[in-house]
């Protein structure tokens, strides 16, 4: 192995002879390079966006939340909270109710989603830095209060806004058991909360929303103290949010399920997976094409060296130390073109980073093109580059003929 390398490093960096193949390769090397960059470029770019749709969602969903894999219903009391709290890069965590019910102001109704909540929600989904009218206070003169979204206020007729604050809003739900009777608001729960607040996000929690007291929420579902939807946690620092889930999914069981904000959002979630399946597949097919240039630069070396094949031969080289001279060719073309298209993307990238070189125009909500470096992309990079022209030198280098 030692002789095959040692040979075709001879032949890698030749530079008085065969002036056409060192073009050849050249053109080949610079080929692998650029794609790889622009690997490297595009998959960090769109890392980017998908980071900053997931600082958008950063109102309508929590950094992390915890749901029970089966059911609608968690009972908090199985739950060591304290355990969970310890966690370095978690900063508080607060229970939720979460129900699609009807609410209803004189010839006003919409469906909406009910959040039933304690104090520290608003604090941990930084919807008390948004209020557009009236306060987080959850409860006045020992009654329940509701906070709606800017556009279901407008929907439910509130336009006058501080003049409709204190007006009872009605919550209905069906029963958990209903029975067959005439009345059909029998078998309905009926609570009024007591409306005290908007808030506007600009995110589509204006729309649907409706804020309750966690006891509220209780009540009006026929559940227990212990038992509500999920838990939302809040982070210190929310790059960190797949450490900190991995180490919430050891603690708990398998009953429960951790979510980041992307995977709250389900379809969200499919279409950037699927897009960035997309983008390995279409410039792993170029990466593939830009290894034909390597095989066509490693054909012409077989058919120039034919003669120091014989003589290696004659020497007692086997066909196996041969084939591996030019296999060690191709790849080394690959890995010196992939390690130059590395370098040459991590520059761009973290000069993009960090001084925004291209602009996004001013009609968009960022300056610059965003960019997010992953260690991983740079190891799949990495290894498709290595896999394909392997593959692609492999195939090459079983061709060489030998004279019998």
Excluded: W
Excluded at 88 to 96: A, E, F, K, L, R
Excluded at 227 to 238: E, P
Excluded at 293 to 302: E, Q, R, V, Y
Excluded at 307 to 320: C, E, N, S, V
Aim: proline share 3%; hydrophobic share 45%.
């Amino acid at each position: 192995m030692r002789f095959s390398f040692f040979i075709a490093m001879r032949y890698f960096f030749t530079k008085k002879e065969l002036k056409v193949i060192n073009i050849i390769s050249l053109i080949s090397l610079i080929g692998v390079g650029v794609v790889t960059m622009a690997l490297l470029i595009v998959l960090s770019v769109f890392n980017g966006f998908t980071s900053l749709a997931s600082d958008m969602l950063s109102y309508s969903n929590p950094d992390l939340i915890i749901e029970p894999s089966k059911g609608k219903i968690i009972n908090i009391k199985e739950i060591n909270t304290e355990k969970i709290k310890s966690i370095p890069n978690i900063q508080d965590i607060t229970p939720v109710i979460k129900e699609s019910v009807l609410i209803s102001l004189e010839n006003a109704q919409n469906i909406v989603d009910m959040y039933g909540v304690e104090d520290n929600f608003f604090r941990i989904s930084n919807i008390d830095t948004t209020m557009y009218l009236g306060s987080t206070s959850l409860y006045s003169k020992e009654k329940a209060n509701c906070i709606l979204g800017y556009s279901l206020m407008l929907d439910m007729s509130l336009y006058q806004g501080a003049e409709k604050l204190n007006i009872p809003i009605q919550f209905c739900i069906p029963k958990k058991n209903p029975t067959t009777v005439i009345v059909p608001e029998d078998n309905l729960n009926i609570k009024k909360a007591i409306f005290s607040g908007s808030f506007l996000t600009r995110s589509e929690i204006d729309n649907n929303v409706a804020i309750v007291p966690l006891s509220f929420a209780q009540e009006l579902m026929e559940l227990s103290t212990n038992q509500v939807s999920n838990i939302n946690v809040k982070l210190k620092n929310i790059k960190h949010s797949n450490e900190t889930k991995a180490k919430l999914e050891q603690i708990l069981s398998k009953d429960y399920i951790v979510k980041n904000k992307l995977e709250q959002d389900p379809v969200y979630y499919k279409v950037v997976k699927a897009e960035k399946l997309a983008v390995y597949i279409i410039l792993g097919f170029i990466i593939f094409i830009a290894s034909f240039n390597i095989m066509g630069a490693l054909s012409l070396l077989i058919m120039t060296k034919k003669k120091d094949i014989m003589i290696l031969r004659t020497m007692g080289a086997t066909k196996k130390n041969i084939r591996s001279i030019f296999f060690i060719n191709g790849v080394m073309m690959s890995i010196v073109g992939m390690i130059c298209g590395l370098i040459l993307g991590l520059i761009f990238c973290l000069l993009q980073q960090n001084f925004g070189l291209i602009k996004m125009g001013s009609s968009f909500i960022v300056d610059s093109f965003p960019i997010q470096i992953y260690f991983t992309d740079i190891i799949a990079i990495t290894l498709m580059v290595a896999t394909i022209s392997c593959l692609c030198t492999g195939i090459m280098s079983r061709k060489i003929k030998f004279n019998k």
